[in-house]
């Protein structure tokens, strides 16, 4: 599967950012799917998952609340709305297919988007 981010920005902090990523190659509505981030010097982290159909979604305790993870199966696309962005949201944002939501592994990695909130 190909997962291809975009979105990310250089903004303020309280400003939203909305992120997508397309995804080919795969039959995108059987794909449990998520979002991670990664800061300079820390390990990546889960941010967001959302179920095949899009009915369940899971958030890391950091974001919940301010980031909404969505999909839609028709056009093949993950969606990770952020809202009230923080200093300590900065980080490249991964798209990626996940195996399992408890788990959290990942089947397969998109290329990142970075995101930065200035203070």
């Known amino acids: 599967v190909q997962l291809q981010a975009s979105g990310g920005g250089l903004v303020q902090t309280g400003d939203s950012l909305r992120l997508s990523c397309a995804a080919s190659?795969?039959?995108?509505?059987?794909?449990?799917m998520g979002w991670f981030r990664q800061a300079p010097g820390k390990e990546r982290e889960f941010v967001a998952g959302?179920?095949?159909?899009?009915?369940?979604?899971y958030y890391a305790d950091s974001v919940k609340g301010r980031f909404t993870i969505s999909r839609e199966n028709a056009k093949n696309a993950l969606y990770l709305q952020m809202n009230s962005l923080k200093p300590e949201d900065t980080a490249v944002y991964y798209c990626?297919?996940?195996?399992?939501?408890?788990?959290?592994?990942?089947?397969?990695w998109g290329q990142g988007t970075q995101v930065t909130v200035s203070s």
């Open positions: 990626a297919r996940i195996k399992n939501i408890p788990s959290r592994e990942v089947d397969d």
């Open positions: 190659g795969r039959t995108f509505s059987s794909d449990i």
């Open positions: 959302i179920s095949r159909s899009g009915v369940y979604t």
